[in-house]
């Protein structure tokens, strides 16, 4: 099945500091969303993002789907962006989210 | 805006007992999930559903989980005779008509088995 990887797993920020997460994937892929798990549990759908640019506030990402691959932004954190951010792709064949290990945010203040 | 909605929030349950985990999924959704977390690993599919029937299952969804779609409105895992492994948080899905993939999560239900 599709492989999904995620980096760097661990992330710790400033506030005020600006950072990049990264998802690869690898295979072609019908969707792809970008997830926030607060610490509550609760997973926050940020993006839906199988192709091209959107951005949502201090957040934006980009999806390059012929190179497999997607990246999250995060401009000028906060405490409240801590958590984890999930990638998950569904493949051409199925219609399950496949997910990510997924990238341990913790910005200090 | 429409979400999906999960009851309980937190089950505590006995081994051996069995659980229902309750969905609403958004109205004029036709396809529907259930994930599962194992407390710090990666989310993990376990069972769509479509037209009243399962369209896939992971190999975790084995005998002792069923879905049902009791009416019109509900979603439900049931798991018949817990065992302490399946302990975690279970999230329900859903996505729209045909063509659109985004799937909507609800706030998820943690499942403690003592």
């Known amino acids: 099945g599709i492989q999904v990887e995620q980096s760097p797993p661990d992330l710790i920020l400033q506030e005020g500091a600006n950072s990049t997460l990264r998802c690869n994937f690898s295979d072609s892929v019908n969707n792809l969303q970008w997830f926030h798990q607060n610490p509550w549990g609760q997973l926050i759908n940020l993006f839906y993002?199988?192709?091209g640019t959107k951005q949502n506030g201090r957040l934006s990402a980009t999806t390059v789907a012929t190179e497999r691959y997607s990246l999250l932004y995060i401009s000028s954190s906060q405490t409240t962006d801590s958590g984890v951010y999930f990638c998950a792709v569904i493949d051409r064949y199925g219609n399950k989210l496949v997910f990510g290990a997924g990238t341990i945010l913790r910005v200090k203040s | 805006e429409p979400e999906v909605t999960q009851t309980p929030s937190h089950q505590v349950t006995q081994m051996g007992q069995e659980v229902i985990l309750r969905c609403v999924p958004i109205s004029n959704h036709l396809y529907f999930y259930w994930y599962r977390q194992i407390l710090g690993q990666k989310v993990e599919f376990l069972v769509s559903?479509?037209?009243?029937?399962?369209?896939?299952k992971s190999e975790i969804f084995d005998d002792q989980f069923s879905v049902e779609r009791p009416d019109g409105s509900n979603f439900t895992l049931k798991i018949r005779s817990t065992k302490l492994e399946d302990s975690a948080m279970y999230f329900c899905?859903?996505?729209?008509?045909?063509?659109?993939?985004?799937?909507?999560f609800g706030p998820g239900t943690r499942l403690t088995v003592t």
């Open positions: 993002i199988p192709s």
């Open positions: 899905a859903s996505s729209g008509p045909s063509g659109s993939y985004e799937q909507y």
């Open positions: 559903f479509y037209n009243n029937e399962i369209s896939e």
